[in-house]
């Protein structure tokens, strides 16, 4: 097996500040807890940015250049920024990341969803900002919009920046739309595939769905022709890491997509969740990947290519 390749997702924009006093909500938190994060042994990080005085989810270029240009500055590792960006965004405010940056990875929604975030309002007595009890409301009627005019267009933005695309996979028809675009010779192989499980409107985070869509990937794709990852939204986060790290993915953790360190034990930061991934690979006999070592699996561009 490849070295196993450990992602932090650090703040995302579907966990709200009233889930958790840990999540990094400024410039300056999102960098060093990416930072952190590296240094307990993630060889990527996945960006978000926020608005430093409430929190909302961002795509102000400056919130993001003080991100990138500290962690750029304080660690080695590799940077992936997101073009999935909030549910208020539109495709070119989420993709223009990309140009202005050139990082050396980016994410790539690969299709519609129902994207719905209300059931975090059951657990939630008390709001930080006014924003958050709209922002959970509204998912109930919101889709997450990637259509096939979408795909082209970030077709062409990563092409365009030699960025190597993090292809996020919520549900099986995402793998066909990923065939489709192939096909057309609008991206070509090898792919790095993050599937996403857990997101209610989308596929569950249960053990036979993450072995199904492996399995449809190597039909589709051929195994010599892909890596892949796993998120495990919420609960399922440890549960389908382990399965990952034994089956020879890689996975993904942090505060975006999982608060919790263990049952009703809030993580205190994104390096303790990665600490605990670390653990699981060194008890499955599973090395960890450095940076540089995820780089060359992943075949990137380096850290001096980039636009920041």
Not at 266 to 283: P, R
Request: charged share 25%; aromatic share 8%; proline share 5%.
């Amino acid at each position: 097996m490849d070295k196993l390749i450990i992602t932090a997702a650090i703040t995302g924009a579907a966990t709200v500040p009233s889930l958790s006093p840990y999540l990094p909500l400024t410039p300056r938190e999102v960098a060093d807890s990416a930072i952190e994060a590296a240094e307990a042994g993630a060889a990527i990080v996945h960006v978000h940015a926020r608005r430093p005085e409430d929190g909302f989810p961002s795509a102000n270029p400056e919130h993001f250049r003080e991100i990138l240009t500290r962690i750029k500055e304080k660690s080695d590792v590799v940077v992936c920024i997101t073009t999935g960006g909030s549910v208020t965004m539109t495709v070119e405010e989420r993709a223009s990341v990309v140009p202005n940056f050139k990082p050396e990875m980016c994410s790539f929604n690969m299709g519609s969803i129902n994207f719905a975030l209300h059931t975090a309002l059951d657990s939630i007595k008390e709001f930080k900002y006014p924003w958050e009890k709209q922002y959970l409301e509204m998912s109930k009627d919101f889709v997450f919009k990637n259509t096939f005019k979408d795909l082209y267009y970030l077709c062409e933005i990563i092409r365009d920046n030699n960025t190597k695309p993090e292809l996020e996979v919520y549900d099986v028809g995402h793998l066909y739309n990923l065939d489709h675009i192939a096909r057309l010779g609008k991206i070509t192989p090898p792919f790095h595939m993050q599937f996403v499980m857990g997101v209610l409107g989308a596929i569950r985070g249960t053990p036979e769905d993450l072995t199904y869509l492996v399995t449809k990937a190597k039909v589709l794709f051929g195994k010599e022709n892909f890596t892949w990852s796993v998120i495990g939204v919420g609960a399922a986060e440890i549960n389908l890491s382990t399965m990952a790290i034994h089956m020879g993915g890689h996975v993904r953790v942090g505060l975006e997509d999982n608060i919790y360190i263990k049952k009703g034990v809030l993580a205190k930061s994104n390096a303790e969740l990665v600490h605990k991934i670390v653990g699981l690979a060194d008890t499955l006999n599973r090395e960890v990947a450095s940076p540089d070592d995820a780089r060359k699996i992943l075949g990137l561009k380096g850290k001096d290519n980039v636009g920041f």
